[in-house]
């Protein structure tokens, strides 16, 4: 059952995205902020397949925590589900990412009209400057700004090098930063076919001002505090 429901939501998949990629593409000519609500139907469709076809479901922690937009949200990184998950969670957002995801075929010609921060990670400092002109481009665009500071999807348990490039942006800007823990891997697995049933957890934590910390030292808090509160739910069903 779990590989025929599996199957059944990326024949679904499949079956969606070429033509709301088309859709995507007549939409370049409106306001970004259109642009992305009408982009981003695709991810909150998405979320509902997932529940409907796969059984996974999400629950969301600290939503109170939430400031004024904008902010930047430093996030853990373990699946595809959150990318899809956080349009329906938080308010316009663009995603960091790497530029290679931009030349995918129908998902990527979406993506770009979402206005997400495309950078070059093999730039070294130049890219750290490609965030900051493009991050302070989006927030005054109206976006919060998401970042995986591990930069790369790990595994339950695990943890990645939490990179300063999230906390360097938000001090620029002068943003709060919004840390975000979740349990997503537990169902959806990096590179993974199989869509277990079951609740994600999203946890939300209060936000922390950016202008009165090194970047340095608001990546460590950033990092101590989702690390500790995915101790916390990462066994969540």
Not at 102 to 120: E, V
Request: glycine fraction near 8%; aromatic fraction near 10%.
């Amino acid at each position: 059952m779990l590989i025929l429901r599996s199957g059944l939501f990326l024949l679904l998949q499949l079956l969606i995205t070429p033509p709301y990629a088309f859709f995507a593409v007549l939409t370049a000519p409106l306001p970004r902020l259109l642009r992305y609500r009408l982009i981003t139907a695709w991810s909150r469709l998405m979320v509902w397949l997932l529940g409907v076809v796969c059984g996974l479901h999400y629950r969301v922690e600290g939503r109170e925590n939430l400031p004024a937009a904008p902010y930047v949200i430093l996030s853990k990184h373990q699946s595809a589900w959150e990318t899809l998950a956080f349009a329906a969670i938080f308010p316009p957002v663009s995603f960091v990412l790497k530029k290679e995801l931009l030349r995918i075929p129908f998902f990527g010609w979406g993506l770009a009209l979402t206005s997400p921060i495309a950078i070059d990670r093999s730039a070294g400092r130049e890219a750290l400057k490609q965030l900051l002109a493009q991050g302070a481009e989006r927030v005054a665009q109206g976006f919060c700004v998401v970042v995986f500071p591990e930069g790369t999807r790990v595994k339950p348990g695990e943890t990645g090098k939490y990179n300063i490039g999230g906390a360097w942006l938000a001090s620029h800007v002068r943003l709060p930063v919004v840390p975000v823990a979740h349990n997503a891997g537990r169902f959806w697995g990096k590179n993974g076919f199989l869509k277990r049933p079951g609740t994600v957890t999203v946890s939300i934590g209060q936000p922390l001002a950016s202008d009165n910390l090194k970047p340095g030292e608001l990546n460590q808090q950033v990092e101590s505090w989702i690390e500790g509160e995915m101790r916390r739910i990462d066994h969540s069903r």
